[in-house]
């Protein structure tokens, strides 16, 4: 692990690290990993709009969420 150039931050501290949370980044990078290319990561707009829960492939798994 690369040594931090600022003196005011420990190498020792744990610190938050950003989740990527664009879907083609994440299903490029778990179709890497081995997961099946016919599973992938998908923007949900709205939980109880017919029209935009009609985007998403289905039948639909498991529920990932980010919020900043």
Avoid: C
Wanted: proline share 15%; hydrophobic share 40%.
């Amino acid at each position: 692990m690369a040594a931090f150039s600022n003196p005011e931050v420990s190498s020792t501290r744990k610190t938050f690290v950003p989740l990527e949370n664009n879907p083609e980044v994440m299903s490029h990078l778990v179709h890497q990993l081995g997961i099946s290319p016919k599973l992938g990561f998908y923007d949900v707009y709205s939980i109880d709009d017919p029209e935009l829960l009609a985007l998403i492939p289905a039948p639909p798994t498991p529920f990932f969420s980010s919020a900043p």
